[in-house]
């Protein structure tokens, strides 16, 4: 069966240090990949989505960066974070191609940044 | 522009029934969906409906009416655990999906 993990689970980080949070995916190839970002009362902004190793594209521009040096990894960076960068972080897999595309969620990362 | 709307908060009681209401204006359709998401946690997928009409999968369906931007879903049978939000997502012709913002049930004893 396949899995998603992502991590750090709990993140408090100050303004201007860096952040890398990462995902995997397990028990699946080729998957397409995304990071959204959740925030209160709002609907889940999709940040970043691949289709493949390599290849990214990004929804809204921001100070964030995506990742995929692997099939199965997806990693979101940021060099130096902002105060609008709080919030809860989700990776979603789904397979390529298919007719419903439903999204298979990580467990999420919160973000705080002081 | 492209918008969800779905109602903030609904209360219900346990052993009842709700319909949480989605409305949406997308640039195209390829889908709507429904992912319940308890506090803290992350959306679990419920339902999908591209064509008119009912799904029903144990206590909880889902309804679409494509000419008139709307959806439902329905729980029966409330349980204490069905507390959590409740997120109507659609795939427009571009196939990215919009989320609206959730619906934040809470059952009552």
């Known amino acids: 069966s396949q899995t998603i993990h992502q991590w750090p689970a709990t993140l408090v980080q100050p303004v201007g240090s860096p952040l890398s949070l990462e995902c995997t995916v397990e028990g699946t190839s080729n998957p397409n990949l995304y990071w959204y970002r959740q925030a209160a009362g709002r609907g889940l902004q999709l940040l970043f989505y691949s289709v493949g190793i390599g290849q990214i594209s990004s929804e809204v521009p921001q100070n964030l960066s995506a990742s995929r040096p692997q099939d199965r990894q997806f990693i979101l960076s940021s060099k130096k974070l902002l105060l609008s960068d709080s919030g809860f972080y989700l990776c979603?897999?789904?397979?390529?191609?298919?007719?419903?595309?439903?999204?298979?969620f990580g467990e999420g990362s919160r973000l705080t940044v002081l | 522009g492209q918008n969800i709307d779905q109602p903030t908060e609904m209360t219900a009681t346990e052993g009842a029934i709700v319909q949480i209401n989605c409305t949406y204006q997308?640039?195209?359709?390829?889908?709507l969906f429904w992912y319940q998401q308890h506090a803290g946690e992350a959306p679990t997928f419920l339902s999908y409906?591209?064509l008119d009409g009912l799904e029903e999968k144990g206590r909880f369906s889902s309804f679409l009416s494509r000419s008139k931007g709307y959806s439902y879903l329905l729980l029966k049978e409330l349980q204490m655990k069905d507390s959590a939000s409740y997120l109507c997502?659609?795939?427009?012709?571009?196939?990215?999906?919009?989320w609206g913002a959730g619906t934040k049930l809470i059952i009552k004893p």
């Open positions: 997502a659609v795939r427009d012709s571009n196939y990215q999906l919009i």
């Open positions: 997308t640039s195209g359709f390829n889908g």
């Open positions: 409906n591209v």
């Open positions: 979603a897999w789904s397979l390529p191609d298919t007719h419903t595309g439903e999204l298979f």
